[in-house]
């Protein structure tokens, strides 16, 4: 489904809608606070790119997440205000003690040094693409080895939403 609000893009993909129709079916309230949560983060973007007079072009709702594309020419400090504020968004309903656990994993993952999530995105701005890749590559070996090691489903599925999200990225 593809519609627009003042000229923003916004798609949402049927694989998102399966997620909020199971959740409803099986009233999984965690689920639908995962989503609420990861909204707020990404309207955390939303309000730093505006703020320094960028525009969203396209927000796009999918199994993988909730993304935030644009193309405004941002000024490199504005940029990393700009990656950081979805984290910083988590970190305060954290430190706020709001659905903790929650925001702790939406901090944890989107964080991390991997491309193309927001830490990576920021570890792009200050180091060059070759040691970007290597640094990435070594996160998801390390919480791929985490996972086996500990027999962690919960490592098991961060990797792979950052494998298949880092694929998605990359095909677009």
């Not at 995962?34 to 505006?50: R, T």
């Not at 927000?59 to 193309?71: D, E, P, Q």
């Not at 993952?109 to 890749?133: E, F, H, Q, T």
């Amino acid at each position: 489904m593809v519609f627009y609000i003042n000229k923003t893009k916004f798609t949402i993909e049927f694989s998102f809608i399966l997620i909020i129709a199971f959740s409803m079916l099986f009233s999984s309230q965690r689920v639908l606070n995962i989503i609420l949560f990861a909204s707020l983060h990404e309207a955390g973007h939303i309000a730093a790119l505006y703020l320094f007079g960028g525009k969203a072009e396209e927000i796009r709702l999918a199994f993988y997440g909730i993304g935030l594309k644009h193309s405004s020419d941002l000024k490199h400090y504005q940029e990393l205000i700009f990656l950081l504020s979805g984290i910083i968004v988590n970190l305060t309903f954290l430190a706020l003690g709001i659905h903790k656990d929650i925001n702790l994993v939406l901090f944890i993952i989107n964080a991390l040094p991997v491309y193309p999530l927001d830490g990576g995105r920021a570890l792009s701005l200050v180091l060059p693409y070759k040691a970007c890749k290597i640094i990435s590559i070594f996160t998801v070996t390390a919480i791929i080895l985490y996972a086996v090691i500990t027999m962690n489903i919960s490592a098991f599925l961060i990797a792979a939403y950052i494998i298949i999200f880092s694929l998605k990225e990359e095909i677009r």
